[in-house]
């Protein structure tokens, strides 16, 4: 493995390399997958969408909460598929979650369709990332909610994804009430940007 593949792998884990990185974000990852789940006001019947899902926690965990609703996915490796998958068998049997293989630049889903759309440490990969947004405004349904989770650190490497510019990506992709709240842990620094469709939304 290069240098090189292994700066890629966060982004599209791949092969055996790929599914340790899972059990790395397995651990590292927890609070963040944990604490989004906890935000988000899922009732028993939210039909909402992860995009990003890699092993599939925050799925697992949306799941025991929307107990008579539907979690479906999209994740653009097909090593993290297979993880998830592997993870949520007994959810995607009874129909309740359904994954797939998929971009956040041209989701496969009808305008309208879900309650939330939720993504975790994902969208550092999305170039450009209002594309990505574009397509989360199209298939969430008027006042459905969309939440950002991301590390609030100063390093080159986030610096991009500060809470302000996540929030200002929100407001001119067209999401209203759009606010940042901040993780708990001061040793793991990291915050949720939330918002919603307008009401009156045509698309
Ligand atoms: C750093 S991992 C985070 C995984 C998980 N959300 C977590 O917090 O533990 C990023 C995940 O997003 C996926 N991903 C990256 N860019 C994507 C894109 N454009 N469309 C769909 N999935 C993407 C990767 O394959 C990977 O599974």
């Not at 939330?116 to 170039?127: K, R």
Request: hydrophobic share 35%.
């Amino acid at each position: 493995m290069t240098q090189s593949g292994l700066r890629t792998q966060p982004g599209k884990p791949t092969g055996i390399i790929g599914r340790m990185f899972g059990y790395v974000m397995d651990i590292y990852n927890r609070e963040d997958n944990y604490w989004t789940v906890s935000l988000l006001d899922i009732d028993e019947t939210s039909k909402m969408l992860e995009i990003g899902f890699g092993t599939g926690l925050a799925i697992a965990n949306a799941a025991k909460i929307a107990t008579h609703g539907q979690i479906y996915g999209i994740d653009h490796s097909q090593t993290m598929l297979e993880a998830a998958q592997k993870r949520n068998r007994k959810a995607i049997e009874s129909g309740r979650v359904i994954l797939r293989l998929g971009n956040v630049m041209a989701l496969p889903f009808e305008d309208n369709s879900f309650d939330i759309v939720y993504s975790i440490n994902c969208i550092y990969f999305w170039e450009p990332p209002t594309q990505g947004l574009a397509h989360i405004y199209r298939v969430l349904k008027p006042e459905g909610t969309v939440a950002i989770t991301a590390r609030n650190k100063d390093d080159e490497l986030y610096a991009r994804w500060k809470p302000n510019i996540v929030r200002d990506l929100l407001q001119s992709s067209g999401f209203v009430n759009v606010r940042t709240l901040n993780g708990l842990n001061p040793k793991h620094p990291i915050y949720c940007a939330v918002g919603n469709k307008p009401m009156n939304s045509m698309n």
